[in-house]
């Protein structure tokens, strides 16, 4: 087990691909760390540094505060599971896991042990004596971290490990990877796409875009107060939808902004927070917003827009509605699953203490919602 330590962390790959920007944070001694992004945000290049299996361009990186930089995977004893797992296919679980602990001379005593207590764990004694290669996706799956964990690495990288399983499957082997790394309290880092892993399995995580780390935190702060429009909609179940504005005027009391589609009516609340010219970026969780038929009200002072239903889709005890307006999509959720026919003209209101709101130059959040109904516990309850 160990602390790791990033400071001002470059990667180039050769003169032209700067995939990681000048990186820097703490994970602690035993904590689970989530590296989320999209494709190609610089996730994997960080792992690899990490594990010492790319070297730095630039900066540093510290095991329990002494450098790690020079240090070969062996040197830094780090384990390594990866999307596609590479076990010996015409070997057994049993040989695949024993494998590691083999080669640093282990005697076969402490090697049964070893195995079978981590086979255990990973609910694959059954599996023990069968061939790598007679085994479905999941299992293999749970062999490759059974062979990571057996000779207790100071460091777990975990890259994408269950991304091309199946939902159910992916599902279970997160909770398992999760109780595993608590009972095991090995420090651990899994980079994934996908929110609902890094939210569900990781103690922090750090949010990455074009090889710049953009935010660090548990998942509920980084859901309810993300730093940019960028987060705010790659994080969560579902994302955040957003709304350029330009053009903020002022109508006989109301305030009304111009969106690339339409007209928008915008909470007096808000004037302050667009730029000279009259732009604003504004921000609403399919869950924090009102879906109106024709002929209803929208509440006092709320954000309103309006535009045609595109799809409407049960799910469970709510609707999950589509709405285009012009080019844009928004989503909404009606808890009172009514039904909408396809083309139906209706609006999505908002009240200003449910809107976020961003500076439309540099996208940084300016405004955070005052929550209600737009929190990540009230999201994930609605799976
Ligand atoms: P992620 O894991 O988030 O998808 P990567 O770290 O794999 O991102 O890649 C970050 C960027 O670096 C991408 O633009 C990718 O094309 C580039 N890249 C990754 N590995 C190499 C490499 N070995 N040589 C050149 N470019 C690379
Ligand atoms: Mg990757």
């Given at each position: ?35 989320l ?53 015409h ?40 061939r ?15 062979r ?22 992916r ?18 880092v899994i980079?994934?796409?996908?929110p ?15 090889g ?22 790659f ?100 808890g ?48």
């Amino acid at each position: 087990m160990a602390s790791i330590e990033l400071r001002n962390v470059n990667k180039w790959y050769g003169q032209a691909v700067h995939a990681v920007k000048d990186v820097s944070f703490t994970i602690e001694d035993g904590e689970f760390f989530g590296l989320l992004g999209p494709s190609g945000s610089g996730k994997t290049s960080v792992l690899r540094m990490l594990a010492g299996l790319e070297t730095i361009t630039e900066g540093d990186m510290l095991f329990d505060g002494l450098s790690v930089a020079d240090k070969t995977p062996q040197q830094r004893n780090i384990a390594m599971v990866f999307e596609q797992n590479a076990l010996y296919p015409h070997m057994t679980a049993r040989q695949n896991i024993a494998y590691p602990l083999k080669i640093r001379g282990k005697s076969k005593h402490e090697i049964d042990e070893m195995v079978g207590d981590v086979a255990r764990m990973l609910h694959i004694d059954h599996l023990i004596d069968r061939r790598a290669s007679q085994m479905s996706g999941g299992q293999q799956q749970r062999v490759a971290i059974a062979r990571a964990l057996v000779r207790r690495p100071n460091l777990l990288c975990l890259d994408e490990p269950i991304a091309h399983l199946d939902t159910l499957l992916r599902a279970r082997l997160r909770g398992e990877l999760k109780r595993l790394q608590r009972s095991l309290g090995t420090t651990s880092v899994i980079v994934t796409h996908d929110p609902i892993e890094a939210m569900t399995m990781t103690d922090r995580l750090a949010v990455m875009r074009d090889g710049v780390l953009q935010q660090i935190g548990a998942a509920d702060e980084i859901h309810n107060r993300p730093i940019n429009a960028f987060v705010s909609q790659f994080f969560g179940l579902h994302s955040m939808n957003l709304f350029r504005l330009s053009q903020l005027r002022e109508e006989t009391g109301r305030h009304y902004a111009k969106l690339e589609s339409g007209e928008v009516g915008v909470p007096s609340a808000l004037k302050d927070m667009a730029s000279k010219s009259g732009s604003l970026i504004l921000g609403c969780r399919p869950h924090a917003v009102e879906v109106l038929k024709a002929g209803e009200e929208a509440p006092a002072d709320s954000f309103t827009v309006t535009g045609k239903v595109y799809v409407a889709e049960p799910l469970g005890d709510e609707m999950l509605v589509t709405i285009q307006v012009g080019d844009l999509i928004v989503q909404a959720f009606d808890g009172r699953k009514r039904d909408y026919a396809i083309d139906e003209e209706v609006t999505v209101a908002a009240r200003s203490e449910m809107l976020y709101a961003f500076n439309p130059e540099t996208e940084d959040t300016i405004r955070f919602s005052e929550g209600g109904g737009s929190s990540l516990k009230s999201e994930m309850l609605a799976v």
